[in-house]
């Protein structure tokens, strides 16, 4: 069965690039999909990307087929793998439907709640596709030519959830073999609170604003943004993702217990911790180079408003991430709070908890 | 009249000694109160201040009694001066109530609502001293040395209101003479709303709050701190006070209209503005060392908590400023909703925009 898979992975930045050239030196046959020609023009040309670093399946050539016709890209393939930022999430599923077929599984790599949001949309017009999700993209990696990309690290334990999550057994079954590093999550409200991102990135921007504006991102990211005062912010932020998650009976890993997990990091608080972080330091990532960067038009309105959001319908509250989205908001001009994905959004308003897990467990009540 | 006023001036800081001095030179008896001995010990060794710059009554050397014994300091004067930050204005109070006359006038020189709050102490155990406040203190000072104070700009126009304003011009009448910048204010509501530090000094550092913790303050604050996007944070702030005075019938000036008025800034908005403020630029005020410094622990409690809080009484949102007081109150560790001066504190809640109005013109309902 392993060679009879086909992939198609839409959006060609930095993880669709790691992601397409991987899977084909796996074996499987891989359609990258980009919305603009010009950033896949250079593969198609040379039919494929030369992968180098820490991949799953190696260094060398892979053979990947480019393209910017949907239906080329999706046609024939058994599973669809998006890799686009959560703001091109509804036009990849927009630009999908009238190609997809029931049996293909539609996995999005980093969740931010896509599943239920477009779950829904799916559902409405008669599409019976299982949609699935990971918490995080398995890939750090980063474009390094026009037909060449570095992995620079993999995710040793990755949760995937499918929407249902009766599901998830199934999907596992395929993407198992192909990833072993995917543990099956709780269900896909799992999958999006487990998701890092948006508890690290609006607070530390935030925090940051007027030295990202004055140095256009100039600084050490995490190491020169994390002061003491700054870690008991993402600590607050991070503890009212952790209590929605309990009250939706899922224990999602807390920041600090990643920090230690994922980088061996020591220390009392999460400023310590993160000022241990190897990657983190001199090394580490700049900051943004201004607020239209996903660590504010990803992490907000498709990270902390669903967890707000969320928080209203349970009552579990969430002041600190009601002020940095609010914060936002004025900062970027932009109603984050009606942008972002909200639970009537998602297609939760008016339901109990009970009614919550049943939805995500059965995919209707 | 002029040479019979005697003052007390409560609180040796820059403030004070600038105003004590000023008002020697004037020729008025000043004794000069500091809580703990040590910051007077040398002027009271010396029996006065240097005053050097450009105060009032020009530079010299001013006779200044100073003392830590409140009852030498106020029992035989006209006037209490309070010049210390708004955490100090309860403690001066109490301190005082043993020694009080009820002819005695005190002005805050910086209201930050105490008049309402603390004149609401005072009524309730009968005393009668009319309070009166401006709206910021009349001296930009620095202390130079034990017995020398350097005032490098004097407001050329100060709101002061009496609480109740029904007693303003009586205040005024004799306060004139003294400081001619003087100028009648609605009320004591309006002074305490006219305060800009508030607006300033809370989301700037909020929004520099990893890089002052790395460089503990060492930027240029107003400079370095405010990009287009700080800028726009300190305009929605800006927006909800002008918003929550103009509810209660008050015009104050806003943020651009007093960068304008005060330094002939120009600019389109108020990163424009203050990138073309002189005083702000190269040679501007540094940075807070760290998040105990009064442009949080003044700023938020006394200033922007007040504003939040009658705001909701009144039916005014005020979003950002929630927010800035929710991070500080994260980051500090403290909950300056609870800490500050709420409208139940001020005496308020309950009351109608009306009976409000009432209350500050009349002095009771």
Known sequence: MKNGLRFAVLGAGHGGYAMAADLSLAGYEVNLFNRSPKPIEAIRKRGGIEITGEAVYGEGFAKVKATTDMGEAIGDVDIIMITVPAFGHEFMIDKSIPHLKDEQIIVFNT?????????????????????????????????????????????????????????????????????????AATNVLETSLENLNPIFHPAITLLNAGLTERTMGNYVFYKDGVGPGVGRTIQAVDDERTGVAKELGLRVTSTTEWLYLMYGAKGNNIYEAIQNCKPYLDEGERGPKDFHFRFVTEDVPYGLVPIASLGDLLGVHTPNIKAIIQLWSTINQTDYFKEGYTAKKLGLSGLTEQEIIKLATEGSL
């Open 111 to 183: 969740g931010n709640f896509a599943s239920l949001r477009l779950g829904h949309k799916l559902r409405k017009i008669g599409k019976k596709n299982v949609l699935a999700e990971t918490s995080i993209l398995i890939y750090s990696s980063r474009i390094t030519g026009p037909t060449s990309v570095f992995v620079d690290g993999l995710k040793r334990k990755l949760p995937i959830a499918a929407f249902p999550s009766k599901k998830t057994k199934e999907v596992l079954e395929v993407l198992g073999n192909v990833y072993p590093q995917l543990i």
